[in-house]
């Protein structure tokens, strides 16, 4: 479970929901009618710009910004080693039906333990590193869109309330309804799109591009491995994927123990 995305989001809600009811009685801020608008429309216009596969792989894809997270880099590399010297002392017979921390890294082994050549390796895992980045890309892009048209359609829900006002000004009863809609369209758009379509559509973004980078560090491992490198070079090798603070810890850590 990713608790940052879990606790920013209910955490903005519970914010709202604790100043609509310390402001006021909540009933206020329920109108079905600014619902349907912002909430249905939206879903209808964002669903006319992506074919129906592609809406509905996109909350899919905003489930994994909830639950999913992705392995450290220097866990993985310590794991990577780990393989490398396995393969290296008990040949590559020796990975097979080891447990790995992910199913993209289980495939990788398994390519090595059906004595795959490094360039199949390299071409089949870098197939399917771009499948995974167009899914995540996907269901940003339905995200984004959201987070787009939700403004948009509360400012049209604002204008229906106003247009239904100002036609029934003789009505003092009509004035009150219709200026709710005005305004809580407005509101309900801002909130959808503040605070939950852009902050999943970032989130699905950072996802894409953390994976990806992961995935990247699998394939060069794996391909080193396949090839005889020596474990230590392999695990030297990786470690341009540290960030550069953690590069030069690990740097002073191998400085010190020689």
């Not at 795959?116 to 167009?134: A, H, N, V, Y």
């Amino acid at each position: 479970m990713d608790f940052a995305t879990l606790i920013g989001l209910v955490g903005a809600i519970l914010l709202i929901a604790s100043a609509v009811i310390l402001g006021t009685s909540p009933s206020v801020f329920i109108n079905p009618p600014s619902l349907l608008i912002v909430v249905g429309g939206t879903l209808l216009v964002v669903l006319s710009k992506f074919s129906f596969g592609q809406f509905l792989g996109a909350f899919a894809a905003a489930a994994r910004a909830f639950k999913f997270k992705l392995p450290e880099t220097q866990a993985s590399i310590e794991e990577l080693v780990d393989v490398a010297n396995v393969a290296r002392k008990e040949g590559v017979l020796g990975l097979e039906d080891r447990e790995v921390s992910t199913p993209f890294l289980g495939k990788g082994i398994q390519m090595l333990v059906d004595g795959q050549t490094g360039d199949t390796i390299k071409q089949l895992l870098s197939k399917e590193r771009l499948m995974t980045l167009d899914h995540n890309r996907s269901g940003a892009k339905v995200f984004t869109a959201m987070a787009d048209v939700a403004p948009a359609m509360g400012m049209i829900g604002t204008l229906i309330g106003l247009v239904q006002m100002l036609s029934n000004m003789e009505d003092p009863k009509s004035i009150g309804p219709a200026m709710a809609v005005a305004l809580l369209t407005t509101l309900y758009g801002a909130m959808i799109a503040t605070m939950i379509a852009t902050p999943i559509a970032d989130k699905l973004s950072l996802r894409m591009t953390e994976e990806a980078r992961i995935q990247s560090l699998y394939i060069d491992a794996l391909v080193a491995i396949q090839e005889g490198t020596n474990p230590r070079i392999i695990e030297q090798m990786l470690s341009s994927y540290l960030p550069p603070k953690e590069r030069e810890k690990l740097a002073e850590a191998e400085g010190a123990g020689s």
